[in-house]
């Protein structure tokens, strides 16, 4: 991804394994503005603060869950065409679908592999052009 240095990415996820294996991924992407957040309300004010390109959140977290956190981005004007990727251990197609229509731009299942995650991340960073 020749554009990845110039991309700010927020990474959501209540366990901090998570935030990591995900910030490896990316950084091997070339992506160095990366931010992590516990939970979606610390995450919603680094979105107010920094209005990121690209937003990884996982689906359950204390606080605010994935779909709260997605409506809140998606409520905000400067981010509201930002990317967003939810992730999930829920096989649910019910609140998948409640995500599509909120306008999640890809949900991908845990447990994923970091090829699985880049292969992801690149499909929706490319719409961003």
């Not at 603060?49 to 809140?72: E, Q, T, W, Y």
């Amino acid at each position: 991804m020749p554009f990845a240095a110039a991309l700010r990415v927020l990474i959501v996820d209540d366990q901090l394994t998570s935030r990591l294996l995900i910030r490896g991924g990316l950084q091997e992407l070339g992506v160095s503005d990366i931010e992590m957040a516990a939970d979606g309300e610390q995450g919603f004010k680094f979105v107010t603060a920094r209005h990121p390109h690209l937003v990884i959140s996982d689906f359950n977290m204390p606080k605010m869950d994935g779909l709260a956190f997605l409506r809140a981005v998606r409520g905000y004007e400067p981010t509201r065409r930002s990317a967003f990727i939810l992730l999930t251990g829920r096989g649910d197609k019910e609140m998948i679908e409640r995500a599509q229509k909120l306008g999640v731009n890809n949900v991908i299942a845990k447990p994923f592999t970091i090829p699985v995650l880049k292969a992801q991340i690149e499909a929706v960073v490319g719409k961003l052009k």
